[in-house]
């Protein structure tokens, strides 16, 4: 009783679709005529416009109320990150003595890095400023830019600085020297009003033990306050990130070392148990020796 | 009559596909069963082809014992019983068989969607393998996400399982079967037994109210009559007498069937069938076997699947090549993959629709419909043809005074249900006389103990017109009884087929009147042959050739009314030939029985509900064809069509048509008949090709003389027209018809058990009228599921534009598929189910019933206008309030373009923004959580002005009333604090990836909402300014 659905062949299926694409009788085009296509792409073509212009006016708008120089909001920044130099893959830093290629790629980005802090680069840009304050350059109701920046000279870097050094940065002997930088943030003051350092530790035990020496510069890992506030990289043009380098003098080779590096600020926490690159970096260091 | 017995086994034939279908589906499962159970259902379901062999009837008592070895005086012994109930099982009906639950379980979560998730799911899985492999600290995002969708997918499964599994609940309880008892001869004692415990050879004794326990074959009548009317329609009592008095089993008076009443004396015989293999228990087989079509609203929503599915398939798999060709990675590429079908799949839909339809369930089941399938309810309403019983449906099931002929002149008597408004002329004498004959010449007696109850509905014991002459006499004149004792009954000659009168004579009230008083009724033209004078004004006057004549006229006019007409008579005795000793014996009728005087005609009718012709006149406006089918005869049934407007005042017949030409029935232009009334022989004689003629140039159908099998054949024409069909019926042979409709409605109180296990839906005050509000509620639950579907369409497309986005464009992910879910069933479930409570737009019931092939739930207006208008509109919207997000935290939209690598490497920690600020990972993830939540508040609040504009399609928003409809305000506000609460309170769980966001973001997307509305409300506006025009068939979904 129950009707049978009547069973399409191919060729009829086929012969549908065909006249569902092209329909001879009624001029059709997937089920519309010439003109309806027409009107269906003008409506759409009319609709979309309006749209782009809602979205654009509205973009606008938005984009108005949005300051150049600083970003309405920065809660999200209130703790800055730490990140090494040289950033490598998982950020381990894998240094074989006996395969100049392994640690050449980190010698070369550290080069391009520390080109901008060149003695004669930062004497021709940047003012010499008063150590342990802040160079504060205030509008005063009138915008007061560019604003100047402090130098912070490669040679600060001592034995790290890379300058006329046979040793690439330590990576020939196996006394790598790893560079920390503290995340840019629009007027922040870090240290608030107090001098602050960056310190490294072995993350367990094992590690402290491994990592052996390691020497700092500047001396004690000091950040000083004169690099702060940073005013935005509109305004803010020659702005010199300050840095720390580490040099680890006797890694256990052939032994993976896991390091941590802080900031002691007292205005920077580096507890978040969610990101762990906040006012911290952990890094890994492996030197393959041959024994 | 042999004929229509073939058409029964007509079904028998065709319908074995569907039971061997069933049996091989049996034999799978049935291996742990006793074999020798599984042997006898394939006899039996031999037995159920062959025809119907029955030849007990013309056995004689001894062959019939012989047969089933039993005693006809001492029945069957005790071990012997035992040993038939072993090998026939018991005697009941063998409940249509039911797919187990766990099969309707698992059905509801491979369907549909529900593969889609599954495939996401399995995605996700494999997502998290292949990221597992190469690293095994891979986040387990994906574990999680996959574990939440096969959530998702048992949770809505299990959820439209038991809204399904309530509903047919409700039904299970109607489908209870009272438990019979059966008074039964065995060794030698009388004794009462369930009836099921009936075996083949039992010797039965059944009396008056009884329900026939099995087929049985008379032994012994004493006067007994059994009501067929479950069997074959017609209502008439029939007399059973031990005597074969036709060749076919089915008509010969010698056999009783299961399930049929018996109405008055008593019969003893013996069972010569039990359970399924009674005649009746076969019909009900076979109706449960014949497969169940889907549903249209089923179709609909298929439909609809495969559009989304679509869709969702294409578009993923166009973006899995492009991410591909992009040179994603592969894990990556399937992670959209996964994302794409997620934003696709309306995953609160399901749930939505199926609560929507319980709840017009629940609402028709107020108005008398019961649904047993949720499905059902938008069935009735895209029904276009209704094939309608007449008795009980159309009409009240009552005989009923409907008109008087006294005085020559004709009286019209008030039929409607309480009868409390009796106009005629009742000053006349005639009247006088003819009220105490009405009175005295009748044997029905109101059943005892129902004194407070209205005369109306009082029970009657006794025959449908002498019932109906009692209340008639009862309404008028008051306690009829009372009358009956004061003239107290001497002598009575009982109504029968031969004399076609009934007699009663009568001491009379007066007492100083010594006369006897006899009073007769019967067919007037018996009544009027033995009368010689008839009553005028109280006046006795000789019956003259005129007066025949104006009896004759109203006789005929009332006969052509469909009505029965009874005529009335009496007869004053003498008193000197009899005086009050005189002793009447009615075996040699020693009294006169001619020279009668005559006082009048009383016509009776079944009369139409009174709510019925309003309810006819709503269906026409709507569109649908109601016809009706009636095992009445075709006067009676003309009518009764003409009175509830099924043959409207001005629509002829070919009858009626060739005797107002008084031209030759067949020179009459068949065309021009709108109406057409065709017997069951004629039906008979029809090709289907005829029938479809029938049905299509005819626009006012009546079906007489029909008999249930002909129901079958009337719908499969009717769905051959492509029409939706609804069918009424009441009896067990009408279970076929009931189950091949596409929607079967059986009477909640005529109905047998198999008419409403094979019907949709229970009607439960068996009135016609029911019906057409069931439709109402039909169409409003079609039109609403449009606006409930367009509705969740349109953020579905909001939900996937950002994929693509992101995929091309490389932008930081705009919203994680968790908060995808949570739209989808959080914020949007509530307010789509809220759209069901919308009210009609316009007059719902003016319009045609849907096309089922044309008016498709998903039409290519309704999901271009969601997909490509408003839910572009609403991304649009959504990516404003995550640019913003993104741009005051300080990443421009210039900065976010293909910063996707940067973004998402976990390794980059000084990632630089727009002013020179550098972001650690986290804090960019975090601002991603910011971005994900902005673009959700924003989905959310422009889903607001979604439900709002989804109130209406064609109306301004302010002629339906913005407060019209408080569930919707119900639905926003849950959007709102669903919302709220995931930002609030769920921001500290990480996989949820909300973040409680800050209030100025949550109305960023409100100007795009008020622009959704306003676009609407210009759409809807040039729809209703400009109809037929190219806006209006493009833009009307």
Excluded at chain 1, 90 to 105: A, P, Y
Excluded at chain 2, 7 to 29: C, L
Excluded at chain 2, 393 to 412: E, G, P, S
Aim: aromatic share 10%; with cysteine.
């Amino acid at each position: 009783m129950v009707n049978e659905k009547e069973k399409k062949t191919g060729g009829q299926v086929l012969e549908e679709w065909k006249e569902f694409v092209w329909n001879p009788r009624t001029h059709e085009f997937m089920g519309r005529t010439g003109t309806s296509w027409a009107f269906i792409l003008l409506f759409y073509l009319v609709f979309y416009g309006f749209l782009t212009a809602l979205f654009t006016l509205t973009m606008w708008v938005m984009l108005q109320t949005v300051s150049d120089h600083i970003p309405t909001y920065q809660d999200q920044l209130a703790t800055p990150g730490l990140m090494i130099r040289p950033k490598t893959e998982n950020l381990e830093v894998l240094v074989n003595l006996s395969d100049t290629k392994s640690w050449n790629q980190h010698v070369q980005i550290l080069d391009k890095f520390l080109e901008p802090y060149n003695d004669s680069v930062q004497a021709q840009k940047n003012d010499v400023c008063r150590p342990g304050h802040y160079y504060e350059q205030p509008d005063n109701g009138v915008l007061n830019y560019p604003k100047r920046a402090c130098q912070f000279n490669r040679t600060q870097l001592g034995d790290c600085s890379g300058l006329s050094d046979p040793t690439h940065y330590g990576y020939s002997t196996g006394q790598p020297c790893v560079f920390i930088k503290m995340n840019r943030v629009i007027n922040f003051y870090a240290g608030a009003n107090q001098s602050m350092n960056v310190t490294c530790v072995g993350k367990r035990n094992e590690d402290a033990k491994n990592l052996g020496d390691f020497t700092m510069f500047p001396a004690n890992g000091n950040i000083d306050l004169m690099y702060f506030p940073y005013y935005g990289k509109k305004f803010h043009v020659n702005y010199t990130q300050p840095l720390v380098a580490v040099k680890f003098m006797n890694v256990t080779p052939n032994v993976e070392v896991n390091v941590e590096c802080r900031i002691n600020a007292v205005n920077i926490a580096t507890n978040d148990e969610r990101d762990k690159f906040a006012g911290r970096v952990a890094f890994k260091l492996r030197i393959i020796k041959k024994t | 009559m042999g004929k229509e017995k073939q058409e029964i086994y007509s079904i028998a034939v065709n319908g074995t596909k569907d039971i061997e279908r069933v049996d091989t589906e049996r034999s799978d499962e049935g291996d742990g069963k006793e074999k020798r159970k599984r042997h006898s259902k394939k006899d039996h379901q031999k037995e159920l082809k062959k025809d119907l062999d029955l030849d007990d009837h013309k056995l004689s008592t001894k062959e019939l014992e012989d047969k089933y070895g039993t005693n006809i005086v001492q029945g069957l012994a005790s071990t012997r019983v035992a040993e038939l109930l072993a090998q026939n099982g018991p005697n009941v009906l063998t409940p249509p068989k039911e797919s187990p639950e766990i099969i309707k379980f698992l059905k509801q979560m491979v369907g549909g969607f529900s593969s889609l998730l599954w495939a996401g799911a399995v995605l996700c899985f494999i997502a998290y393998l292949i990221e597992f492999s190469k690293d095994k600290s891979a986040s387990m995002d994906n574990v999680y996400l996959g574990v939440v969708l096969i959530m998702v997918v048992i949770l809505t499964g299990m959820f439209a399982y038991y809204q399904e599994a309530k509903s047919t609940n409700i039904i299970a309880s109607f489908t209870k079967m009272i438990p019979r008892k059966a008074f039964v001869i065995r060794d030698g004692k009388k004794r009462e037994i369930p009836a099921e415990h009936l075996v083949v050879g039992d010797i039965v004794e059944i009396k008056g109210g009884d329900q026939i326990p099995a087929d049985i074959r008379i032994l012994a009548s004493q006067g007994c009559k059994v009501d067929n009317s479950s069997l074959t329609g017609e209502s008439k009592p029939q007399s059973r007498t031990c005597h074969i008095t036709h060749e076919n089993p089915l008509e010969t008076k010698n056999i009783s069937f299961y399930s049929t009443t018996c109405l008055e004396g008593t019969a003893t015989g013996m069972v010569i069938n039990t359970g399924d293999r009674t005649v009746i228990g076969r019909i009900a087989l076979l109706a449960s076997s014949l497969g169940h079509e889907k549903t249209p609203i089923a179709i609909e929503i298929e439909h609809f699947v495969h559009i989304v599915a679509g869709v969702a398939v294409s578009i993923g798999i166009v973006f899995f090549i492009i991410a591909i060709c992009m040179q994603y990675r592969v894990l990556d590429a399937v992670i959209f993959l996964i994302g794409i079908i997620l934003a696709n799949v309306p995953e609160g839909l399901v749930a939505a629709v199926t609560v929507s339809l319980s709840l017009t369930a629940k609402r028709m089941a107020k108005k008398n419909c019961l649904v047993k399938n949720l499905e059902a309810v938008e069935t009735l309403g895209s029904t276009s043809i209704i094939c309608s019983d007449k008795t009980g449906t159309l009409t009240q099931n009552r005989m009923t005074v409907a008109h008087l002929w006294f005085d020559k002149q004709i009286y019209q008597a008030d039929t409607s249900e309480n009868q409390n408004d009796q106009i005629f002329d009742q000053s006349s004498a005639t009247w006088a006389s003819l009220s105490k004959i009405v009175t005295l010449c009748n044997r029905a007696e109101f059943a005892p103990r129902q004194e407070s109850v209205p005369i109306m509905k009082k029970v009657v014991m006794g025959d449908a017109s002498e019932a109906a002459l009692l209340k008639f006499s009862e309404v008028i004149m008051g306690d009829v009884i009372e009358r009956r004792k004061r003239n107290r009954k001497v002598a009575e000659i009982p109504f029968n087929s031969f004399n076609k009168f009934q007699l009663s004579i009568h001491e009379t009230e007066d007492p100083n009147d010594q006369r006897f008083l006899l009073v007769m009724k019967g067919a007037p033209e018996r009544i009027l042959e033995k009368c010689s004078t008839i009553m005028i004004h109280g006046q006795e006057q000789p019956l003259d050739e005129s007066t025949a004549e104006a009896f004759q006229t109203a006789y005929m006019e009332l006969g052509g009314l469909g009505e029965r007409v009874l005529g009335f008579c009496h007869l004053y005795l003498p008193e000197d030939e009899f005086p009050d000793t005189y002793t009447f014996d009615v075996e040699s009728m020693n009294f006169p029985t001619s020279d009668l005087c005559f006082v009048g005609l009383i016509s009776l009718i079944d009369p139409p509900r009174s709510t019925v012709p309003d309810a006819v006149m709503k269906c026409r406006s709507a569109g649908i064809k109601v016809i009706m089918v009636t095992g009445d005869h075709p006067i009676t049934a003309k009518a009764i069509a003409r009175s509830v407007g099924i043959i409207s005042a001005n629509s002829e017949t070919v009858e009626d048509i060739a005797k107002r030409l008084k031209i030759p029935v067949e020179q009459v232009n068949k065309r021009e008949a709108k109406a057409a009334v065709v017997s069951g022989m004629e039906l008979k004689e029809m090709s289907p090709e005829e029938l479809d003629e029938l049905l299509i140039y005819h626009t006012e159908i009546v079906f007489a003389r029909t008999s249930p099998q002909q129901k079958l054949i009337i719908v499969e024409g009717c769905q051959r027209q492509d029409a939706v069909v609804a069918v009424t019926g009441d009896g067990v042979n009408d279970s076929p018809a009931l189950k091949k409709a596409d929607i079967g409605i059986a009477m909640g109180f005529a109905g047998s058990d198999a008419a409403k296990n094979a019907a949709d839906m229970v009607l439960l005050d068996d009135n016609f009228s029911s019906i057409v509000t069931g439709i109402e509620e039909g169409r409003l639950i079609f039109d609403n599921l449009k606006k409930i579907i367009a509705f969740t369409l349109t953020k579905n497309i909001a939900e996937l534009i950002p994929f693509l986005i992101f995929i091309i464009a490389g932008v930081p992910l705009p919203i994680g598929t968790m908060a995808i879910l949570f739209i989808d069933l959080g914020t949007d479930v509530i307010p789509s189910i809220a759209l069901a409570y919308e009210k009609a737009e316009s007059d719902i019931m003016s319009w045609k019933p849907r096309h089922k092939k044309k008016d498709r739930l998903v039409n290519h207006q309704l999901a271009l206008y969601s997909y490509l208008q408003i839910g572009i509109l609403q991304s649009v919207g959504g990516f404003f309030a995550y640019f913003t997000v993104y741009a005051v935290q300080g990443f421009k939209p210039d900065r976010l373009l293909y910063l996707r690598p940067l973004w998402e490497n976990g390794i980059l920690n000084d990632l630089e923004d727009s002013y020179g600020q550098e972001w650690t990972k986290y804090q960019r993830k975090y601002l991603e959580c910011t971005g994900y939540t902005a673009y959700f508040v924003a989905v959310m609040v422009q889903q607001i002005a979604d439900v709002i504009i989804r109130k209406t399609r064609k109306n301004s928003i302010f002629q339906q009333g913005l407060f019209r409809n408080k569930y919707i305000w119900v639905g926003i506000a849950s959007q709102i604090i669903i919302a709220v609460i995931l930002s609030c309170g769920f921001g500290g769980i990480p996989i949820l990836n909300f973040i409680t966001l800050w209030v100025q973001y949550w109305f960023v997307a409100v100007p795009y909402a008020i622009v959704i509305w306003l676009y609407d409300e210009f759409r809807k506006l040039l729809i209703r300014r400009y109809p037929g025009s190219w806006w209006d068939k493009t833009m009307y979904y």
